[in-house]
C-alpha cells in the first residue's frame, strides 16, 4: 500500500477514523460522571498521537530509493528525539500519577525497553565503524588512480588488493555469527558522567555487547509483552498509559529499522509489528514496515549484511570495478581508459556520499543514547519522589 493511499484513506474514512483512540476514551471517562475530569489532559495527549504520526507520515514520504539511506535514518533519529522529548513533557506534567497502579508497571516497563535499546545503540555503533573500514578500502581506490596521466598495471594491482580486501570484510559480515560488537566500547561515558555524577550506579547495565549478544533476540526482548493497553486501565489513568504504549511502540520500531539497516550481531527481521491502526500512527509505521521487509525481499539484498543504501552502493561500484580490472589489458586503450575514469568517479561518489553522512548519524545515535540515559534517571528521580 503506497504512501499516497494511505493518505487518501485517512482523508476520505469515516470520520471516526481520524479521532484517536484518546478522544473515544476521553467520551467514555466524562460519560461515567467525572465533569472535574480537565479536557487539557485528553488534549495533551491527543496531541502526542498526533504528532507522532506526523513524523512518521514525513518519513513514509520519502522515495523508495531514499528509504534505508544514511540522511533517512538521520530523520528517523530525528523523529525518536523529537517523540521522546514529547513524551518527557508529559510524564513531567502527569508525575503525580506515575507511580500509582497501574501507571507505574507501565513506566517500568517502558524504562526496562529502553535499557535494552541502549545495546542496540552500542552495536550500530560498531556498525557504523565497519562501514567507514569498508570506506577506507573505497579510498585507497580511488587513491590508486588520483592523478595519473596513464593508468598502469601497478595501479591495477593497487586497487585490487583493496577490493580484495572489501569484499573479504563484507563477506564476513554476511554471516550470522559475526562479532562485531566485542571492542567494549562505550557511548561517551565519560561525558555522561559529567553531567550526572549519579550514573555510578548505571555500571551494571551494557556499555558495549557481548560476543554472544544477538540483534534479532535483543528486539524480541523490547517487543515482549508490548500489547494494546486494556479498556479499563486506559479509563482508570485517563489515556495516560496510551502515551507511554505509543512511545515504547516507537522505541522498538526505532531500533528494529536501526538493526535491518545497519550490519550487527545475528541481524533478524522477524519481530511483528501487531498494532491496530485506531491509533493515528499505526499506519505509517506499518507501512514503513512493509516497505522495509519489500526490501530485505529482493534477490539482491537477502544476503546483505544492511539494507542501508549506501551499503548496497559499495557492492554495486566495487563489483563493476572488479569486473573492469579482471578484463583489462596494457596498454590501456583511450575507449577503455575512459571507461576506467568513469568507473573511478563512480566509486568516488559513493565515497564522498559515506564520508560525508557516517559521523552526523553517529552523532544521532549516540545522542539517542544519551537522551534515552537521561530521561531514565530523571523518569525513575521524578517517581521516586
Keep these: 500500500m503506497p504512501a499516497t493511499d494511505f493518505q487518501e484513506t485517512s482523508s476520505s474514512s469515516s470520520p471516526s477514523f481520524g479521532f484517536s483512540i484518546l478522544s473515544r476514551r476521553r467520551d467514555q471517562i466524562h460519560s461515567m460522571g467525572s465533569p472535574n475530569q480537565s479536557t487539557g489532559h485528553g488534549d495533551e495527549l491527543e496531541a502526542f498521537q498526533r504528532q507522532v504520526a506526523k513524523h512518521f507520515q514525513e518519513l513514509l514520504t520519502a522515495d523508495s530509493g531514499e528509504i534505508l539511506s544514511i540522511k533517512w535514518l538521520q530523520n528517523l533519529l530525528d523523529t525518536f528525539l523529537c517523540c521522546q522529548e514529547e ?84 563477506l564476513d559480515d554476511k554471516g550470522s555469527n559475526n562479532v562485531l560488537g566485542h571492542r567494549n566500547r562505550s557511548f561517551g561515558r565519560n561525558n555522561l ?84 491502526k485506531q491509533f493515528l500512527w499505526a499506519g505509517p509505521i506499518l507501512l514503513l514496515h512493509e516497505r522495509i521487509l519489500e526490501e530485505s525481499k529482493k534477490r539482491d539484498r537477502r544476503s546483505a549484511c544492511g539494507l542501508l543504501r549506501e551499503i548496497h552502493e559499495i557492492e554495486n561500484c566495487a563489483r563493476k570495478m572488479n569486473e573492469l580490472a579482471d578484463c583489462v589489458k596494457f596498454p590501456l586503450t583511450e ?25 552526523p548519524l553517529e552523532r544521532r545515535v549516540r545522542e539517542v543514547f544519551r537522551r534515552i540515559v537521561c530521561s531514565r534517571m530523571e523518569g525513575l528521580d521524578c517517581i521516586s519522589r
Design 193 to 276: 558522567q559529567k553531567e550526572h555524577k549519579s550514573l555510578g550506579h548505571y555500571r551494571s547495565l551494557s556499555w558495549s555487547v557481548s560476543r554472544t549478544w544477538s540483534a534479532s533476540k535483543q528486539l524480541q526482548a523490547i517487543s515482549g509483552n508490548l500489547v494494546v493497553p486494556r479498556n479499563n486501565e486506559t479509563i482508570s489513568t485517563n489515556g495516560l498509559n496510551l502515551a507511554v504504549f505509543t512511545m515504547s511502540y516507537v522505541l522498538l520500531f526505532v531500533m528494529w529499522a536501526l538493526v535491518a539497516a545497519i550490519p550487527c550481531q545475528d541481524r533478524g527481521l522477524q519481530t511483528h509489528f501487531n498494532v491496530s
Design 335 to 359: 575507449e577503455k581508459e575512459r571507461e576506467v575514469k568513469q568507473r573511478v568517479e563512480e566509486v568516488g561518489l559513493v565515497y564522498e556520499g559515506i564520508k560525508d553522512g557516517l559521523d
Design 87 to 170: 513524551f518527557k513533557v508529559i510524564l513531567f506534567n502527569n508525575k503525580v500519577c506515575l507511580n500509582k497502579p497501574p501507571m507505574d508497571k507501565y513506566v517500568s516497563d517502558y524504562y526496562e525497553r529502553s535499557v535494552k535499546a541502549l545495546d542496540v545503540c552500542n552495536a550500530i555503533r560498531d556498525g557504523i565503524d565497519q562501514i567507514r573500514q569498508w570506506q577506507k578500502s573505497l579510498e585507497i581506490v580511488l587513491c590508486s588512480f588520483d592523478n595519473q596521466r596513464s593508468i598502469g598495471e601497478g595501479h591495477f594491482r593497487r586497487a585490487k588488493k583493496a577490493l580484495a580486501d572489501l569484499a573479504i570484510g563484507m
